[in-house]
């Protein structure tokens, strides 16, 4: 079984429209691909209601679609840009919509998580993402009226960027190697992590972690298998 994996490709923001994802996702299912791993972060901000939806996300959801009736597996798995999926309108356009998820190809045990809050000891982060994806900002969200809540949206991207994508350049080894190791001994061989948008691959304890190369920057789909 081949799985493909998609990372990090911020449509809408450095990704640009949706064309060339879709046409990559358009060719999975004839190319043998059985399972796809959306990993988060494919929009640059998805909050997903249908009053906030985007061009890239009606054309990459149609493309969805198609690739599940064509036999392809869709996941789709949370990054820290993403809002509601699980509990809104668009998660039954996936299989399934998880924070992680874990599959073996030619015997090797993957496990796949986007990357964002891997370091236990960043309280102020873990609070920041539960706050953001928790019911009463939902619901404020829906109730406000949809230009002051677009441009709250837009006021928290600007923030995201801040904090998310100006001090990507160092990557948290240590926290990523303490992370992997501690998930690798749950029984998987190999952890990949989008996120970081920087393709990277190391030997830990248990196994090897991997970081896939955002795709607004390499228009890369990993393939497995
Ligand atoms: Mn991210």
């Known amino acids: 079984m081949s799985v493909a994996i998609i990372a990090d490709s911020h449509l809408g923001g450095p990704g640009g429209d949706a064309g060339p994802l879709v046409e990559q996702i358009d060719t999975l299912a004839a190319g043998g691909c059985r399972r796809l791993v959306l990993l988060g972060d494919i929009f640059h901000v998805w909050v997903a209601l249908r009053s906030f939806e985007s061009p890239e996300v009606a054309r990459v959801m149609a493309a969805v679609a198609r690739a599940r009736d064509a036999g392809v597996e869709v996941e789709y798995v949370e990054g820290n840009r993403d809002f509601f999926v699980?509990?809104?309108?668009?998660?039954?356009?996936?299989?399934?919509?998880?924070?992680?998820?874990?599959?073996?190809?030619?015997?090797?045990?993957?496990?796949?998580?986007?990357?964002?809050?891997?370091?236990?000891?960043?309280?102020?982060?873990?609070?920041?993402?539960?706050?953001?994806?928790?019911?009463?900002?939902?619901?404020?969200?829906?109730?406000i009226p949809t230009p002051l809540a677009k441009?709250?949206?837009?006021?928290?991207?600007?923030?995201?960027?801040?904090?998310?994508?100006?001090?990507?350049?160092?990557?948290?080894?240590?926290?990523?190697?303490?992370?992997?190791?501690?998930?690798?001994?749950?029984?998987?061989?190999?952890l990949l992590l989008g996120h970081f948008h920087e393709p990277h691959r190391w030997p830990v304890a248990g196994g090897e972690v991997w970081l896939l190369d955002a795709w607004f920057r390499s228009r890369r789909v990993e393939e497995l298998g």
Not at 118 to 126: G, K, M, S, T, V
Not at 156 to 179: D, M
């Open 86 to 143: 699980a509990t809104g309108p668009y998660a039954d356009g996936f299989d399934r919509v998880v924070l992680e998820t874990a599959f073996e190809v030619g015997g090797r045990r993957f496990l796949a998580v986007h990357g964002d809050g891997l370091d236990d000891a960043d309280w102020r982060y873990r609070f920041w993402r539960w706050l953001s994806k928790s019911w009463p900002v939902r619901w404020a969200v829906r109730s």
């Open 151 to 190: 441009r709250w949206v837009h006021a928290t991207e600007a923030r995201l960027s801040r904090t998310n994508f100006k001090h990507k350049s160092r990557i948290p080894e240590a926290v990523v190697r303490r992370y992997a190791e501690r998930r690798l001994a749950e029984g998987h061989d190999v």
